[in-house]
């Protein structure tokens, strides 16, 4: 039973343009999520992070939305940029307790366009 | 480079063998947690260390196990490998794993190929 979906596995965009990559969840106790980007022979490297107190959080080129009532996140990159070419996962976890652990999506292959 | 660092990088090995994966965390983080991504499943839990105590278990099966040093370093054991054993295994860690939640951060892993 997946917890965390990412129903795109492909997102093709042109230099420029915006990028959003769509992430759903299905546990109601997830109140933190993460967007990692994962390129070839490396391993994901973390981007942008929200708690489910937020429903945005900005870096940079890159947002986090984050809709509860929904169980959806979405990651904008504006604009994008032949290097942002990557996997991109989505995790999440419940925030508190001594441990945790991240339940990951299986990840959307964005390929930015010159 | 996210500071945490895997050895070795690639392992080739034959069924029924068993191996050991290491894993140095970041400068000051005490938590270290290990992933295994299948080509089918996709990046999934294991275990979670905190500064040398199990906190978390995942799907880790009986024939793996791991532990984490006083140095703060960690090590995944795999024995009786089996040819569905192949596949990729993170290390990451982060500061601390309580309710002030910092993002773990990844090693580039250890490709294991089972022969």
């Known amino acids: 039973d997946q917890q965390v979906k990412q129903n795109s596995p492909s997102l093709s965009v042109q230099e420029g343009r915006i990028s959003i990559l769509n992430c759903d969840y299905t546990?109601?106790?997830?109140?933190?999520f993460l967007w990692y980007k994962k390129y070839p022979a490396e391993g994901p490297t973390f981007l942008i992070s929200i708690s489910s107190i937020k429903d945005k959080n900005e870096d940079g080129r890159f947002t986090v939305f984050l809709n509860k009532s929904a169980k959806h996140l979405s990651l904008h990159i504006v604009p994008s940029q032949p290097g942002d070419s990557a996997v991109y996962f989505c995790?999440?976890?419940?925030?508190?307790?001594?441990?945790?652990?991240?339940?990951f999506g299986k990840g959307t292959l964005l390929t930015v366009n010159p | 480079d996210s500071g945490v660092t895997q050895t070795p990088k690639h392992l080739i090995t034959a069924t029924g063998q068993r191996v050991t994966l290491r894993c140095s965390p970041r400068s000051g983080d005490l938590s270290v947690y290990w992933y295994q991504q299948s080509l089918d499943q996709g990046l999934q839990f294991l275990i979670q260390?905190?500064?040398?105590?199990?906190?978390a278990k995942g799907n880790i099966l009986e024939r793996f196990s791991a532990q984490q040093f006083p140095d703060l370093h960690s090590e995944l054991n795999l024995s009786s490998l089996e040819l569905g054993d192949s596949a990729l295994y993170f290390c990451?860690?982060?500061?601390?794993?309580?309710?002030?939640?910092?993002?773990?951060?990844f090693g580039d892993g250890t490709r294991l190929s089972i022969l």
């Open positions: 260390y905190y500064n040398g105590e199990e906190r």
């Open positions: 990451a860690s982060s500061v601390e794993a309580g309710n002030d939640l910092q993002p773990q951060h």
């Open positions: 995790a999440a976890t419940p925030r508190g307790g001594s441990n945790y652990k991240l339940t």
């Open positions: 546990n109601s106790m997830f109140d933190y």
